[in-house]
């Protein structure tokens, strides 16, 4: 539940055993994360045992809104979901292998999602989510029609109970005992970058490529 | 259960009942997912409900072995998990909303898990796991002792039950109906590389980075 001043609400299992002093629970880390992002990981339970698949996501102030197509022969109503968006930024390497670690962003949200029914919310749902994925291509593509509508499936799932967890900078072990040893140690950044679009070769190859997907060639994927 | 040609079994669950083309069944597809990328979602139940946790992996020809903090307080003896490693290699963006959609490699794991509680296969798995997402610090940095030896925890899943789904390629609508409208369509490749290392601020500026660490900068992360 979202309480008054925009915080997530700390469950049991949002509220980080470990790790504590990197957890977050206030609304603008999560939508940092999520706006990092354009795949998560859907955790869903069928015949007794978990089940972990990817999707794209987009969202707006209050709901998540994801393809459900990969979990429909097993989301039934009511179902709990755990869906985790994770942005690696990099390795940090220090002096111990024990203290080697991930750079990251990472943000876990649970809820129990519902199926989108409504014509007018799945189009909200599906623009949000197209715009996310790839700015630009509701106003260029053709929308969906009333038959593919029919066949989309979205699922929303409420930004309520939510948990956030990041990493970033040097190792921790440069002012320990391991600093005598005097190795190098430090981080090795990762970044994805958008490369040069590649034109589909059912069209000539002079096809101009659209100003709002060649815009996007050299930049970061993570930030909008 | 893997047979004796090598191919994974095909459970139900893991018999593809949606893109029955994209599913891919051999080790080799799989081995080729789990070297492109060095970051999984480790998927178990908490409570009733499923949790999807980002972690490091690394890999022999039998067992993935996994980071297992962020798990050890709900992972109990023969709990189910299901581990996805996902590697994003860009957008297909068609002529239809529709028919948008994601280049990707996937695979998905199912097992269950042991505590690694051997000294021997302990060491064995986080050299595999350090050497997979660092390569060179096994060497470089000092190794885990007796103590953190025991307070690391490592997972080893068998590489037995698992199925792989990947898309490649142009969107697939350059042949319908829709390929009438004129629009431009095709791929946006994503691809994550290696920055320059950072050395640690702790360090002098002037330390030497590692070749093994320098060599990396500019490389592409899904590329070993």
């Keep these: 539940m979202t309480d008054i001043d925009g915080r997530l609400s700390a469950t049991p299992r949002t509220t980080l055993r470990r790790m504590k002093e990197k957890g977050h629970r206030d609304r603008a880390a999560l939508f940092g994360v999520l706006r990092a992002a354009f795949v998560c990981h859907l955790g869903v339970i069928v015949d007794g045992g978990p089940m972990v698949v990817p999707t794209v996501y987009g969202f707006d102030d209050r709901h998540l809104y994801l393809h459900g197509s990969v979990?429909?022969?097993s989301l039934t109503t009511d179902a709990e979901v755990c869906v985790t968006v994770t942005v690696v930024d990099g390795l940090v390497l220090a002096r111990s292998v024990f203290e080697h670690g991930i750079n990251y962003r990472s943000?876990?949200?649970?809820g129990q999602p519902r199926w989108v029914t409504d014509t007018e919310e799945k189009l909200h749902g599906l623009r949000l989510l197209t715009e996310h994925v790839a700015p630009g291509q509701w106003?260029?593509?053709?929308?969906?029609?009333?038959?593919?509508?029919a066949a989309t499936t979205l699922?929303?799932?409420?930004?309520?109970e939510a948990s956030v967890k990041t990493r970033s900078g040097p190792p921790d072990d440069g002012d320990g005992p391991d600093a005598a040893l005097g190795l190098w140690a430090g981080e090795l950044p990762l970044v994805a970058r958008w490369e040069q679009p590649a034109t589909d070769p059912a069209l000539p190859p002079t096809t101009p490529v659209p100003a709002?997907?060649?815009?996007?060639?050299?930049t970061r994927a993570d930030q909008a």
Excluded: F
């Design 107 to 110: 943000a876990m949200i649970y």
């Design 212 to 218: 709002h997907v060649a815009a996007r060639a050299g």
């Design 155 to 160: 699922l929303a799932l409420p930004l309520a």
């Design 71 to 73: 979990a429909s022969r």
């Design 139 to 149: 106003d260029h593509a053709r929308r969906p029609n009333r038959r593919e509508l």
